[in-house]
């Protein structure tokens, strides 16, 4: 009888989403009632209680007249804030004002656990330094501690921050917007033996021998951004060097120095390219790169000392497939856009990321020359028109600064990036990113601080470029045909935008071949349908459309006869120009199709032509395909082994596919990725897969991509005797990217017919203990798992509706209100009774709780007053 009202609930609550969705406010800068000249935070860490204490000594200058001002501070305990003398001189060794100076006044404060409001008149143009003490135990986010435990031995001590995009909040008081920059300080004690790593100058270490203490001393004088404080604590090998007098360092786990190198070895070189690329030299006093124990992002640039995971770093082996200097120049792109100029508000976080991946890019383009590049950039539009298709770049509309990180603002706006550079040309382009570096250094920049600099040294009005580009969303969608006159001796080129909405404005360009010889043309596209007429009296033997490497972002299908397809795979000087006639041709399954790949696969000079050859041969049936992917697999280049080997599992079942794959797996291959691939492709190609399959589990890998692969194929074999598993793979004691991996097949594989209803319990229970212990990701893997069995994981509600409302990650907590409400609606009747009542208990029972310590608070506030 209760099936419909809860189904009703959860239409509701979906409902209510939705409608949230088309609602999100207005986002703009907020206001900035006073300047916040400097931060010293005076710290005591203690790993294994997880907790910080101490004090963060606060310079600050009113903007305008003040009676209150607010801090962010979530879940602080603080005992006291005090108005203080002025702070020591700036580079005394003294981070901080000293614990015992004495307060001036002793200020009023409401701590309501998200900020804190303090007592405090000030006029315009006066200044003030207060003195918070306070403590932070095992903060929900920005901060995070690890150690050993019983179940994972071998976890290290070590305590990192993250403070991006406003998560420093949960262990130092601060105004937490990018709108606000400061000079920061950090003093921090720490047990003897453990390394401190922070923004800035170590000004020094001292020893405490009777305490069995280190105190550490930072100091970071060019004002920065509050989501750049890092604070790093733990045990490391270091790697140190120095550029143009300035050190550099590499903080790795112990043992792991000498893969170091094949990470950071090119960081010198970058320093010296992005210096002479953006017209600054490198703007801090010194470049850490720290990798550190379960970081979560690929890296996170912080100033002057970027965060890592240990993913970065590999093993000559992995070093056939994976290198790092991608992530080591993005990261290092950010010390110029993020750090030295920063977007005033997450609606412009595009000029953060956009240009450190686009700087990535160019980094590729310098090092290993214009075919990688070039494949970058279909990488990126490849990411970039999905994700905007329904946001612009410059949104300021957003439900939490989170949800601005992605596609749109990394790959797609590196694509207008290129974009502009090819329209406006090298040497306008560069002149524009100098002067747009030099002119907003050291401040909050916005989308249009961009767009003045290149107008001013183009003399190009780009409004419209930045309108269609950055500030509405989608992308072209074009449709172009080359038409021909033969009686008339007229070429034309039409050109078709099937988008919803107006026309884009762009210029189309295109190479044509009569023999020999061989004409460019360029168009202005203005209008929906256009079509442009030149006099020609001889049949192409070439024709490509965007010839250069891959400019437009668009998505385009461009209509012509095979031979040309052919001819582009075959001398098309751009690798995008082969890639994508191989991928047309893939479509074509012709045999001369087929054999022209075949072609590329075996003889094109860049790999990544002859991986998209693999690729498209994967989607021809016949034996000649195969035969050709098979040859393949004894290719030097491991990319293209691993597209061939992916290319033979889309083909289905093949016993010959099946009999090479597995032998592979046995003889082993020198790539892990290629391993990971070929247990996926042999699962597919042979008929009884399991054993083999399951014997991966035990081969050690980078990233653990074979045993990851392993449990994913597993799953995928449709097997519920698979559960037990996979909820093993899910314990402490495995990797955190296994258990991850093991979660998500959980989901999947413990809703399978003829599951036994004991598994499927084991399963959930699995997937609530990775929900509560996990990180991010975990979380978001476990909550995936959940959302796959639905009304049968009626028992994990309640901690799923938990994370809906308290998880740190407003990403998160949508995520588990989706996974509750697919629960919930799923529900027997009477699950979900039992299932009220008891949240009813808990509900009462946390409104006893809270009452409590409102009490405790409104008492401690009366003493203070």
């Known amino acids: 009888m209760l099936r419909a009202p809860v189904r009703a609930l959860a239409l509701s609550l979906v409902l209510a989403l939705a409608c949230h969705a088309q609602d999100v406010p207005l986002r703009a800068p907020p206001d900035r009632p006073f300047d916040v000249r400097r931060i010293a935070l005076d710290l005591a860490v203690d790993l294994e209680a997880r907790t910080i204490e101490g004090a963060a000594i606060i310079d600050l200058t009113a903007l305008r007249d003040l009676r209150t001002l607010r801090l962010d501070a979530v879940d602080h305990e603080v005992a006291a804030v005090n108005r203080v003398a002025a702070p020591a001189a700036r580079g005394s060794g003294a981070a901080a004002v000293a614990p015992g100076a004495t307060p001036v ?7 309501d656990g998200q900020a804190l409001t303090i007592d405090l008149p000030l006029r315009r143009g006066e200044a003030a330094t207060l003195r918070v ?63 401190v790593i922070s923004n800035g100058v170590l000004l020094g270490k001292e020893d405490d021998p009777a305490a069995k203490t280190s105190t550490w001393r930072y100091e970071q004088e060019r004002e920065h951004v509050a989501y750049l404080v890092t604070l790093v604590v733990g045990t490391f090998d270091v790697v140190r060097d120095e550029w143009r007098g300035k050190p550099l360092a590499w903080y790795v786990p112990p043992g792991r120095k000498g ?72 990261e290092l792109a950010h010390q110029w856009y993020g750090d030295l100029l920063t977007c ?50 410059l949104d300021r509309r957003y439900a939490d600064p989170g949800s601005m990180f992605d596609g749109r603002a990394y790959p797609k706006g590196a694509c207008v990036l290129h974009m502009l550079r090819r329209q406006l040309g090298d040497d306008v382009f560069w002149r524009g990113v100098q002067l747009y570096t030099r002119r907003h250094q050291d401040r909050g920049v916005e989308t249009h601080h961009l767009r003045e600099a290149f107008e001013e040294v183009s003399g190009a009005n780009l409004e419209r470029f930045f309108f269609d580009w950055v500030e509405r969303p989608g992308n072209p969608v074009l449709d172009v045909r080359l038409e021909r006159d033969a009686e008339r001796g007229l070429l034309a080129l039409k ?21 020999e010889r061989e004409v460019r043309r360029t168009f202005d596209v203005r209008e929906k349908v256009e079509r442009f007429v030149w006099p020609e009296a001889a049949a192409p033997t070439f024709f490509r459309f965007d010839p250069r490497e891959a400019v437009l972002l668009a998505e385009t299908t461009v209509h012509m006869g095979r031979d040309l397809w052919l001819a582009q795979l075959a001398s098309d000087p751009t690798a995008s120009g082969r890639v994508r006639a191989a991928r047309a041709l893939g479509e074509d399954r012709s045999p001369p199709a087929r054999d022209a790949l075949g072609r590329a696969l ?147 594989v413990a809703c399978l017919p003829g599951c036994q209803e004991a598994d499927q319990r084991a399963a959930v229970d699995a997937l609530r203990v990775f929900l509560r212990q996990g990180n991010k990701r975990g979380r978001r893997a476990a909550l995936d798992g959940l959302r796959a069995l639905g009304a049968r994981a009626v028992d994990a509600l309640g901690d799923v509706q938990a994370c809906a409302a ?41 409104r006893d709780r809270l009452e409590e310590r409102l009490e405790r608070l409104e008492a401690a506030q009366k003493e203070g007053k």
Not at 156 to 174: A, D, H, L, M, Y
Not at 377 to 386: E, T, V
Request: a negative charge; one cysteine or more.
């Open 105 to 111: 006044d002793a200020l009023r404060f409401v701590n």
């Open 133 to 195: 003490d306070y403590r932070v135990r095992d903060p929900k986010d920005g901060l995070y501690f690890f150690g050993p435990t019983p179940d994972a031995p071998k976890v290290p001590w070590q305590v990192w921050s993250q403070g991006e995009p406003q998560t420093n909040r949960f262990w130092f008081p601060c105004v937490d917007h990018p709108d606000e920059r400061q000079a920061t300080a950090m003093t921090v004690r720490v047990k003897q033996g453990l390394t």
């Open 259 to 330: 893969d170091a190198d094949r990470s950071f070895g090119r960081t010198k070189d970058m320093l010296d390219f992005f210096s002479e690329r953006t017209g600054v030299e490198y703007p801090w006093p010194k470049y850490e790169q720290v990798v550190v124990e379960q970081f979560e992002a690929g890296g996170m640039e912080n100033t002057g000392a970027t965060t890592l995971n240990e993913r970065t770093l590999h093993d000559a082996r992995a070093h056939l497939d994976y290198s790092s200097e991608g992530l080591v120049a993005h």
């Open 344 to 393: 005033r508000d997450w609606s412009h976080i595009w000029l953060n990321e956009s240009f450190a991946t686009y700087f990535a890019n160019l980094w590729t383009e310098h090092a290993r020359g214009p075919d990688e590049y070039d494949l970058e950039l279909l990488g990126n539009a490849a990411g970039g028109i999905p994700s905007g298709k329904h946001r612009p770049i």
């Open 495 to 515: 050109v078709t935008q099937t988008q919803p909405g107006e026309a884009y404005h762009f210029p189309a360009e295109v190479l044509l071949r009569f023999g």
């Open 602 to 748: 075996a003889e094109d000079a860049f790999w990544g032509v002859r991986a998209e050859a693999a690729r498209a041969l994967g989607g021809i049936s016949d034996d000649a395909a195969r035969d050709a992917l098979l040859a393949g697999l004894g290719q030097a280049s491991s990319r293209v082994r691993r597209a061939c080997a992916e290319a033979l599992g889309r083909r289905g079942r093949d016993e010959k596919a099946a009999e090479a794959l597995g032998a592979l797996l046995e003889r082993g291959d020198p790539s892990y990725y290629v391993e990971a691939e070929a247990v996926r492709a042999y699962a597919r190609a042979a008929v009884e897969p399991r054993a083999r399959v399951e014997a991966q589990l035990g081969k050690a890998s980078h990233n653990e991509v074979v045993r990851i692969a392993a449990l994913e194929t597993l799953a995928s074999l449709g097997d519920p005797s698979l559960v037990a598993l996979l909820v093993e793979a899910t314990a402490l004691k495995n990797d955190y990217g296994v258990r991850q991996a093991a979660a998500r097949a959980l989901g999947s």
């Open 806 to 846: 308290r998880d740190p990650q407003p990403g998160i907590r949508r995520q588990a209100q989706e996974v509750a409400d697919r629960i919930r609606a799923g529900a027997p009747p009477e699950q979900e009774l039992s299932r009220l009542r008891e949240e009813v208990r808990r509900l009462l029972d946390a």
